[in-house]
């Protein structure tokens, strides 16, 4: 996924009658698999009937969870989320909302009778109050773009949101001439803004986000920040309403410094904007303790590093002293909230794959609360998650396993309990297939890598299987034991899955994370290699059927393994990167890739670019090979899967390139296009001695 330290939402796109054509005569053989094996097996149809929770909020007595239900919706072949609300003690589960739309990111006033959220209910997402002792729902904003990070202040007067603003352009040259009446061609388009595409997006029109202030019966919204600068993140109130603070880019020469960003506090009488940190890094996050003593807030020093954590800082407001609580922990925190008497902050956190959430005091021990928080990713098994915290303590955390999308996990008083089975009718009697947690010592120098091994349903170790390679994108992204879809997919087809997360993955620590430090790819080959024998020396899998794909950092490697090595019957690379040269001047978030990636930039040293470039060594490449993107990707654009297609057809290995219409670097956003991914692959393995379950062969 090639990620930049943020990821940002697809836009929905509409398929074309062409495409629709086509993916129905990819899917048949599918569907016809899935009537020939036992009906219990999970089947590409079954995707649209899986749901999954998110965006939680917790009533500060621990009595209510409301959260974003997530479906997918077969006619528009979109995910629809509506807001529910369920009792922690009688699990009783209620709608909030309803309706063939989206609905998401609630948030409960603070004196706990309104729930602010965004809906595109009316065409356009806006600012949405349910009073929930009545029940009556009025939109409030009426706004010309998406706002986000909605934030209530402590009266329940405001909600604070970010939103962007357009820059005004000037043209330099105006074409004079023109006669009434005619017709002439668009006017050309002039860019010179650093960042002018991103990813889902595409090419985006100049301007800024900035904080802004609604009342919450509804008006016109008042614009907080001005200047040239982007304040994208969520605000804290101070507990008098009277300031709020934020993180915010607000200097200039952003090329030189693509990840730093500073705290800054609002006094919203004068607008004035005071810096709270200064230093070369990131700072972000920043959440004002209940009681208005403390300031806590995530970042680290930057040192230029491919993977560097983020501590939990707390900085006494008072005394203007900071102190970072979590130097011991070796790992990246994602996500801080207070504990309401403003002792301690809960951290979010993957470890080893999977994620926790830990308790930290101000002047105590840290103490673990659970590892079982799970993401809401359907189509790849990534580590992450979200979780909110009641008053007395009670903890509510998306969960999920390899057989079971996220639900609604709760820690009260010590005690675990799961409180939604959103997935009990679309699973049952599904005979989904079982992991295995695998750990090996990679051949290159004895350093643990963990996997993970999926297999068929039915398995039987005395039997030999094909084994498909599936390899995450990143390149510092964690696998972890939780649910995929595509790998449920792939074993229900009759391959044994493995998935790894070789050295540079996320969740193992700062050192393990900067092995691949201009140096990527490298020994992570070796690692992944390791896996593979691993498990053939194992006696069920088939030697001769070997098979690998990956995404984005994933499809780099896959390339990679290709041009190293020949022992793969058939590969399929997935919105790659093959040539670091191109990629760099061509990619959205190139200041970031440029100077955390490399050295140096790429005319300055075309040799260290060319030698981790897959393109470099198509000469060994012999493997039938498919190359698979998003037409419209910003994050890996599609050219660099044109390069690799060309080069293997001048060498007249078989290839094939699969074009994803309308489709950025997030291919699976709609649920046709995961069933369209898993279809190519299962085909194209298929036509190298994959498995033909749907011709009645059994493996």
Same mark, same amino acid.
């Given at each position: ?18 495409? !629709? ?93 309104? !729930? ?234 993957? %470890? ?9 005091? !101000? ?236 050295? %140096? ?48 057809? !001048? ?49």
């Amino acid at each position: 996924m090639l990620k930049a330290h943020f990821i940002k939402s697809p836009i929905w796109a509409q398929l074309s009658l062409f495409y !629709l054509l086509i993916l129905s005569f990819l899917l048949s053989p599918l569907l016809a698999q899935a009537s020939v094996n036992n009906d219990s097996d999970f089947n590409p149809m079954d995707v649209f009937n899986l749901e999954y929770a998110s965006d939680l909020a917790i009533s500060h007595d621990g009595l209510l969870v409301y959260f974003v239900r997530n479906r997918m919706d077969i006619n528009t072949d979109k995910q629809v989320k509506n807001i529910w609300s369920i009792h922690t003690q009688t699990k009783e589960m209620l709608p909030v909302t309803s309706g063939i739309h989206a609905d998401f990111s609630p948030v409960l006033s603070p004196d706990q009778e309104k !729930l602010a959220f965004i809906s595109t209910r009316s065409g356009q997402p806006q600012i949405f109050i349910k009073w929930l002792k009545t029940g009556a729902i009025a939109m409030i904003s009426h706004l010309n773009e998406m706002p986000s990070h909605l934030t209530w202040s402590p009266d329940n007067r405001f909600i604070a949101f970010n939103m962007f603003v357009a820059k005004q352009v000037n043209r330099p040259v105006k074409i004079a001439g023109k006669p009434k009446g005619a017709t002439w061609a668009d006017e050309a388009v002039v860019i010179d803004e650093l960042i002018y595409r991103q990813d889902g997006a595409g090419y985006i029109q100049p301007g800024f986000k900035h904080i802004f202030m609604i009342e919450a019966h509804g008006g016109n919204a008042q614009q907080l920040t001005s200047e040239d600068y982007d304040h994208s993140g969520e605000v804290s109130w101070a507990p008098d309403g009277q300031s709020m603070y934020f993180s915010a880019q607000r200097f200039d020469n952003l090329v030189l410094a693509p990840i730093r960003s500073e705290v800054y506090r609002l006094v919203l009488s004068s607008r004035e904007i005071t810096a709270i940190t200064d230093r070369n890094g990131p700072d972000v996050l920043p959440k004002v303790s209940p009681n208005g003593q403390y300031l806590a807030y995530l970042g680290f020093d930057d040192n230029g590093m491919n993977y560097q954590n983020s501590k939990l800082y707390v900085r006494s407001l008072k005394e203007d002293k900071v102190r970072v609580l979590t130097q011991d922990l070796d790992r990246n925190i994602d996500a801080i909230k207070w504990n309401a008497k403003g002792t301690g902050v809960y951290i979010q956190y993957d %470890d080893k794959g999977n994620t926790s959430v830990s308790f930290q005091p !101000l002047s105590a021990n840290r103490k673990l609360i659970t590892q079982h928080i799970g993401n809401h990713f359907l189509g790849r098994p990534y580590s992450g998650g979200d979780f909110d915290v009641a008053h007395d303590g009670t903890l509510v955390f998306t969960q999920s396993n390899p057989q079971m999308p996220a639900e609604i996990g709760m820690i009260k008083q010590g005690k675990h309990d799961v409180l939604t089975q959103l997935n009990q009718d679309a699973l049952a009697g599904k005979t989904l297939a079982k992991l295995d947690t695998i750990e090996v010592k990679s051949s290159y120098d004895d350093l643990p890598i963990q996997g993970w091994v999926l297999y068929p349903p039915n398995f039987d170790k005395r039997q030999q299987y094909p084994l498909i390679l599936e390899i995450h994108g990143g390149p510092t992204a964690a696998y972890g034991p939780h649910f995929s879809a595509e790998g449920q997919l792939y074993a229900a087809a009759g391959y044994v899955v493995l998935y790894m997360n070789p050295r540079g993955s996320s969740s193992y620590g700062a050192e393990f994370a900067q092995k691949i430090h201009n140096n990527y790819p490298s020994q992570d080959y070796d690692d992944l290699m390791t896996g593979v024998d691993t498990l053939i020396a194992k006696g069920f899998i088939d030697d001769k059927r070997l098979f690998v794909t990956g995404g984005s950092g994933g499809g780099v490697l896959t390339a990679w393994i290709i041009g190293h090595t020949t022992r793969f019957s058939a590969a399929v690379v997935a919105k790659p990167v093959i040539n670091w040269f191109s990629f760099v001047l061509t990619a959205d978030f190139y200041p970031f890739f440029a100077q955390y990636w490399f050295a %140096d930039k790429p005319w300055n040293d075309p040799e260290s670019y060319m030698k981790r470039s897959p393109i470099s060594y198509v000469d060994k490449m012999e493997t039938p090979t498919m190359l698979l993107t998003g037409e419209e990707d910003h994050r890996t654009p599609i050219t660099e899967s044109e390069q690799l297609y060309q080069g293997l057809k !001048l060498k007249q290995v078989d290839t094939m390139m699969v074009r994803i219409p309308n489709a950025s670097h997030s291919i699976t956003a709609r649920p046709s296009r995961l069933l369209t991914k898993v279809a190519y692959i299962l085909w194209w393995f298929e036509q190298y001695g994959g498995t033909k379950k749907h011709e009645g062969e059994d493996d």
